[in-house]
């Protein structure tokens, strides 16, 4: 018998219950107000009802994937279930972390290091390849709407930050409008400094609040 690879089993995993996780409607709350999303105006998908008859199903077998999925990437970067998270399963185990949220979005976290060189808006070339993946995904996922907001550490004035912010997300929208993701289907927007995942007293903390953080939801 073959020995199953983690990515092997959740594939597996994933095919088996695939009828039921995609029948499965997802809530669609309203993003608490002050949260990162809400202040950025992002859009929100119309309110769905839950149909709690394919959650247990749909729910274990997403759980199951989700945690495997994390182990083998040593719990970096872990797509939680198998919603719109799964779209995105080739981002696992590269510096871009995934992660589903409670409205049924996934949220992709994007290192500002990785997208722009310091204090620059111009998309990296050897970045650029995984944007094009990106683009190839919502292409072929036209029902989807993303949300891109930029944020910066503080470093600087808060005025300078926040229109460094913003510049660096119209960047990455138009980036994907070249890639033929349709202008009404992107939102570009930045929150400066604010939300900071990390202190802004340390170089470290500092580089993790450089980044661009992108929303998929349908």
Do not use: H, W
């Not at 998270?85 to 871009?96: K, R």
């Not at 990106?134 to 944020?151: F, H």
């Not at 138009?174 to 929150?191: D, M």
Request: charged share 20%.
């Amino acid at each position: 018998m073959k020995k199953l690879t983690a990515t092997t089993l959740a594939a597996a995993l994933l095919a088996a219950g695939c009828s039921s996780i995609q029948t499965q409607p997802a809530p669609q709350p309203v993003p608490a107000p002050g949260s990162p999303v809400a202040e950025a105006g992002c859009p929100l998908a119309p309110e769905r009802p839950v149909d709690n008859s394919k959650k247990a199903i749909g729910a274990g077998v997403g759980a199951v994937a989700g945690a495997l999925i994390g182990n083998a990437t040593g719990g970096k970067n872990t797509v939680i279930g198998a919603g719109l998270g799964g779209l995105f399963g080739y981002l696992v185990g590269s510096e871009i972390a995934v992660r589903e949220q409670r409205d049924g979005s996934v949220m992709l976290d994007i290192p500002g290091a990785a997208l722009f060189d310091t204090d620059k808006t111009a998309i990296k070339p050897k970045f650029a390849s995984t944007l094009d993946q990106i683009s190839a995904t919502l292409r072929d996922n036209p029902g989807t709407i993303v949300c891109i907001i930029g944020y910066t550490d503080s470093t600087g004035s808060s005025s300078y930050n926040a229109n460094l912010s913003v510049r660096r997300a119209e960047s990455v929208r138009e980036f994907l409008e070249r890639k033929g993701i349709q202008g009404n289907r992107l939102t570009a927007a930045g929150l400066g400094e604010r939300f900071p995942v990390a202190s802004n007293s340390t170089e470290s903390g500092r580089t993790q609040n450089r980044r661009v953080e992108m929303y998929v939801r349908r």
